[in-house]
């Protein structure tokens, strides 16, 4: 059996026939919920601290508390979890795919150029050819801004959000039910509730409004690390198209992004890489008419895709014994005894009825 087969073969423990009664028996029968919780309590305290001590006068920096939600808060239980839940074969498989570097090389102009050119887009569309603008001017908000920035925001919050979002929520997500798009639908207004620190400092109804705005964003974006992942089985360049994205328009936390070194004090440039993921996003749902790059279901009278997130139920026939004539050769892959007026069945109908 493949690595791919393996990963989406479901392999979660029976609590009851184990034994695991106690607080393991209650991860592996709720992985999601024990994630969610965990996230929700230990992670934002991390998030939030910076804003309580902003409350009391205490003026902190911001991101390495964000890093620290993002590792001990996401990375950390969607590591432990898929241990308790699934065992070590999982985790090597989920570490591989964390660092599958090795995909096509349109994956990661999607990240460098896509986006960033798409937020670009939308930026000069909504606040005019930025002002006082040099070519040395243009080199270095791509050097550092954009380059620089996507390298700083990758390695220690992007790639880890995405093993944690997608490589363990959103696909489990998609494993149970079947659809893509449902599993994006359900884990953007979480995914967007984990960046609720960073809009208390407004006033409440801009607060409530900026949070409405983020989770409907979210959609389109869940979709397009849905499909990204799908189609590749790597969450490296789904962190990496993250953290580029990121770089355009709003920054790493430690450094200006692209946009913002060239619009200096607009605010708002901060978040069209939020609306070019959206224009991205409904591009793919209706290009791939909402499955993202996932297969249909058998029923449909479609093999299963070997993807990493599709659970495969059919088993691999053996081979004929040599010597057999054509008509037994077919008749021995379907299972009946062959023979010259046998009629066939079509590959389609096979294949959609393998079990």
Same mark, same amino acid.
């Given at each position: 059996?493949?690595?791919?087969?393996?990963?989406?073969?479901?392999?979660?423990?029976?609590?009851?026939?184990?034994?695991?009664?106690?607080?393991?028996?209650?991860?592996?029968?709720?992985?999601?919920?024990?994630?969610?919780?965990?996230?929700?309590?230990?992670?934002?305290?991390?998030?939030?601290?910076?804003?309580?001590?902003?409350?009391?006068?205490?003026?902190?920096?911001?991101?390495?508390?964000?890093?620290?939600?993002?590792? !001990?808060?996401?990375? =950390?239980?969607?590591?432990?979890?898929?241990?308790?839940?699934?065992?070590?074969?999982?985790?090597?498989?989920?570490?591989?795919?964390?660092?599958?570097?090795?995909?096509?090389?349109?994956?990661?102009?999607?990240a460098l150029i896509a986006v960033p050119a798409v937020a670009t887009?939308?930026?000069?569309?909504?606040?005019?050819?930025?002002?006082?603008?040099?070519?040395?001017?243009? =080199?270095?908000?791509?050097?550092?801004?954009?380059?620089?920035?996507?390298? !700083?925001a990758f390695v220690p919050n992007n790639w880890a959000e995405e093993?944690?979002?997608?490589?363990?929520?959103?696909?489990?997500?998609?494993?149970?039910?079947?659809?893509?798009?449902?599993?994006?639908?359900?884990?953007?207004?979480?995914?967007?509730?984990?960046?609720?620190?960073?809009?208390?400092?407004?006033?409440? =109804?801009?607060?409530?409004?900026?949070?409405?705005?983020?989770?409907? =964003?979210?959609?389109?974006?869940?979709?397009?690390?849905?499909?990204?992942?799908?189609?590749?089985?790597?969450?490296?360049?789904?962190?990496?198209?993250?953290?580029?994205?990121?770089?355009?328009?709003?920054?790493?936390?430690?450094?200006?992004?692209?946009?913002?070194?060239?619009?200096?004090?607009?605010?708002?440039?901060? !978040?069209?890489?939020?609306?070019?993921?959206?224009?991205?996003?409904?591009?793919?749902?209706?290009?791939?008419?909402?499955?993202?790059?996932?297969?249909?279901?058998?029923?449909?009278?479609?093999?299963?895709?070997?993807?990493?997130?599709?659970?495969?139920?059919?088993?691999?026939?053996?081979?004929?014994?040599?010597?057999?004539?054509?008509?037994?050769?077919?008749?021995?892959?379907?299972?009946?005894?062959?023979?010259?007026?046998?009629?066939?069945?079509?590959?389609?109908?096979?294949?959609?009825?393998?079990?």
């Amino acid at each position: 059996m493949s690595s791919t087969e393996k990963l989406g073969r479901s392999t979660t423990r029976n609590p009851s026939a184990t034994g695991d009664t106690g607080f393991v028996g209650l991860v592996r029968r709720h992985p999601l919920t024990t994630f969610l919780v965990w996230f929700f309590t230990v992670g934002q305290a991390f998030a939030f601290a910076p804003v309580v001590a902003r409350a009391n006068g205490v003026e902190l920096l911001v991101q390495p508390f964000i890093l620290a939600s993002t590792l !001990i808060g996401l990375l =950390l239980p969607a590591v432990v979890i898929t241990r308790i839940v699934d065992g070590p074969e999982r985790v090597r498989e989920l570490w591989r795919r964390s660092f599958a570097v090795w995909v096509s090389l349109r994956w990661y102009a999607l990240a460098l150029i896509a986006v960033p050119a798409v937020a670009t887009a939308l930026t000069v569309l909504l606040f005019g050819m930025p002002v006082g603008v040099s070519t040395s001017s243009i =080199l270095s908000a791509l050097v550092f801004g954009l380059l620089l920035q996507t390298v !700083i925001a990758f390695v220690p919050n992007n790639w880890a959000e995405e093993v944690a979002w997608m490589g363990f929520f959103q696909a489990r997500l998609q494993e149970r039910s079947g659809s893509a798009m449902r599993a994006a639908v359900l884990t953007a207004p979480l995914f967007a509730l984990q960046h609720v620190a960073l809009v208390v400092g407004n006033s409440g =109804l801009l607060a409530v409004l900026l949070m409405l705005m983020l989770i409907v =964003l979210a959609i389109p974006f869940r979709a397009v690390t849905a499909w990204t992942y799908n189609r590749t089985g790597s969450l490296f360049i789904v962190g990496f198209i993250h953290a580029a994205g990121n770089a355009a328009a709003a920054g790493s936390g430690f450094g200006e992004s692209f946009l913002k070194r060239l619009y200096p004090g607009e605010d708002f440039v901060g !978040i069209t890489h939020l609306l070019a993921f959206a224009l991205i996003g409904i591009v793919v749902i209706a290009a791939t008419r909402a499955r993202l790059g996932s297969s249909q279901p058998p029923s449909a009278g479609r093999p299963a895709d070997r993807n990493p997130l599709i659970q495969v139920t059919s088993r691999r026939r053996r081979p004929p014994a040599p010597g057999l004539d054509r008509h037994r050769r077919a008749g021995h892959r379907r299972g009946q005894p062959g023979g010259p007026g046998q009629r066939s069945m079509s590959p389609r109908m096979n294949a959609s009825t393998a079990s």
